[in-house]
T-cell receptor
Framework: DTGVSQDPRHKITKRGQNVTFRCDPI?????LYWYRQTLGQGPEFLTY????????KSRLLSDRFSAERPKGSFSTLEIQRTEQGDSAMYLC?????????????FGPGTRLLVL | DQQVKQNSPSLSVQEGRISILNCDYT??????FLWYKKYPAEGPTFLIS?????DKNEDGRFTVFLNKSAKHLSLHIVPSQPGDSAVYFC????????????FGTGTRLQVTL
């Protein structure tokens, strides 16, 4: 299967700890997105990369959050000094900037619980 | 400000009948709309999309209708099957803005036997 993969699938951490999530997009896709989903809500956009360049960040992405996509392949999302409000599902999606209107394909997500 | 709204949190339909899921949006600049299906503990799965230059798009049992004047779209599933039971999200984007998606809050569809 060559879909979007995310690791880990689940993470439990204590408040104040740092966590890092990884996303591997579909291999030929040059765009990569991070979203966050909380209970009862739809996914909310966090940030997006075109190749290795981070081109947009949501105001939801506080200074404690940082994302990278070295060499335009996989991406990591790090949360420093986690807070209980960071508990959510973190979703990664990728797309191919070929067509005028592109479709994003999502990974299975990483569920984070901050105690 | 919720730019994409799904006002029905849940819907129950009998197997074999039509399921109609609705979505409203407020930003008239949105020009590409997508429906995703989500099972618990999984990521959203792309179902079907429609461009604002069309008013209907069909793929097998799934049809999406777009009414731009009413800023409304709907997803029809015919016939509904038990495996269709999931949460359905409507999403919208503005072409040319990196296509970041704005999602609704979802509708939980239950297809009963």
């Amino acid at each position: 299967d060559t879909g979007v993969s995310q690791d880990p699938r689940h993470k439990i951490t204590k408040r104040g700890q740092n966590v890092t999530f990884r996303c591997d997009p579909i291999s030929e896709h040059n765009r990569l997105y991070w979203y966050r989903q909380t209970l009862g809500q739809g996914p909310e956009f966090l940030t997006y990369f075109q190749n290795e360049a981070q081109l947009e960040k949501s105001r939801l992405l506080s200074d404690r959050f940082s994302a990278e996509r070295p060499k335009g392949s996989f991406s990591t999302l790090e949360i420093q000094r986690t807070e209980q409000g960071d508990s959510a599902m973190y979703l990664c999606a990728s797309s191919l900037e070929l067509m005028y209107q592109e479709t994003q394909y999502f990974g299975p997500g990483t569920r984070l619980l901050v105690l | 400000d919720q730019q994409v709204k799904q006002n029905s949190p849940s819907l129950s339909v009998q197997e074999g009948r039509i399921s109609i899921l609705n979505c409203d949006y407020t930003n008239s600049m949105f020009d590409y709309f997508l429906w995703y299906k989500k099972y618990p503990a999984e990521g959203p799965t792309f179902l079907i999309s429609i461009s604002s230059i069309k008013d209907k798009n069909e793929d097998g049992r799934f049809t999406v209708f777009l009414n731009k004047s009413a800023k409304h779209l709907s997803l029809h599933i015919v016939p509904s099957q038990p495996g269709d039971s999931a949460v359905y999200f409507c999403a919208a984007s503005l072409t040319g803005t990196a296509s970041k998606l704005t999602f609704g809050t979802g509708t939980r569809l239950q297809v009963t036997l």
